[in-house]
């Protein structure tokens, strides 16, 4: 039985492609961590996942799943991007019990984003390579930070997705909103639910237009318009959500329509 792995980027959403009657990949990279979770793996042929020593389709097999199996989720972690039953990820899901990872686009979990914690060693870094963007994740971090301000700013009231552009070096972002600019963002670039942001991330937002700001790091983003129309300056998710009663969608690399 052959897996045909997607050619992708290292943090983009994964998915495994079956040929003929394939066995689907799983994979195992780090220690698990804490507080676990449950799925139940489901594929539309039938077939069984297999377990992987890492989370790559090129990665070693070290077992399998059955379909219609309930498994027990320690941790998850980011891979390669596989489509699977449940859409396009590159979240891979760490199961002890089979001393491996699965890729989470065939575990029914109940939620888009990530159910358990990131396996330890989880790398977590924003990165522009093969954007094209102007500037750097460092560079539009200190943009941002430099930028800061209380005193009403015409150029940042009401155009979030704006202001991050920004901070990249662009003079427009080239998406009408917020929520326009997640929903063109490849999925390759982004990490549903994720909240564990690196500094330079874009983290979105849903709710009629939307929400952007950027990660400077620590849990802590810059934001406009949250303390007062027209400012720029520090917050938090769960400020936003609160705040504006936002529900959170992820983060992205800096992916911007402007020059895709």
């Not at 891979?79 to 760490?94: A, E, I, L, P, R």
């Not at 199961?95 to 990872?101: M, Q, R």
């Not at 930070?145 to 209380?150: D, L, P, Y």
Request: aromatic content about 10%; some cysteine.
């Amino acid at each position: 039985m052959s897996v045909v792995p997607v050619i992708t980027r290292r943090w983009a959403r994964v998915a495994v492609a079956i040929a003929g009657g394939a066995m689907l990949a799983l994979v195992s990279f780090a220690g698990p961590a804490s507080a676990a979770a449950s799925g139940t793996v489901h594929t539309d042929s039938g077939v069984s996942v297999t377990v992987r020593s890492g989370p790559h389709t090129s990665d070693s097999a070290v077992g399998s799943v059955a379909n219609g199996e309930t498994i027990s989720i320690d941790c998850q972690t980011y891979g390669d991007t596989v489509t699977g039953k449940y859409g396009t990820s590159n979240v891979w899901d760490h199961v002890a019990a089979k001393g491996g990872y699965l890729t989470d686009t065939y575990v029914y979990t109940g939620s888009d984003g990530l159910v358990a914690p990131l396996c330890s060693g989880t790398p977590t870094t924003c990165s522009t390579s093969g954007l094209g963007d102007p500037r750097t994740c460092a560079q539009a971090v200190s943009w941002a930070v430099s930028h800061e301000t209380t005193s009403y700013v015409a150029d940042y009231y009401n155009r979030c997705d704006h202001v991050v552009g920004l901070a990249y070096g662009f003079s427009a972002s080239g998406s009408y909103t917020a929520y326009d600019h997640w929903l063109a963002v490849p999925s390759q670039y982004k990490h549903t639910g994720d909240t564990n942001v690196p500094p330079g991330g874009l983290a979105f937002f849903s709710g009629g237009a939307g929400h952007v700001m950027i990660s400077i790091g620590d849990g802590k983003f810059v934001s406009n318009d949250i303390h007062g129309n027209g400012t720029l300056t520090e917050t938090t998710i769960s400020e936003i959500k609160n705040t504006w009663g936002k529900p959170y969608l992820g983060w992205t690399e800096p992916w911007f329509q402007a020059n895709h």
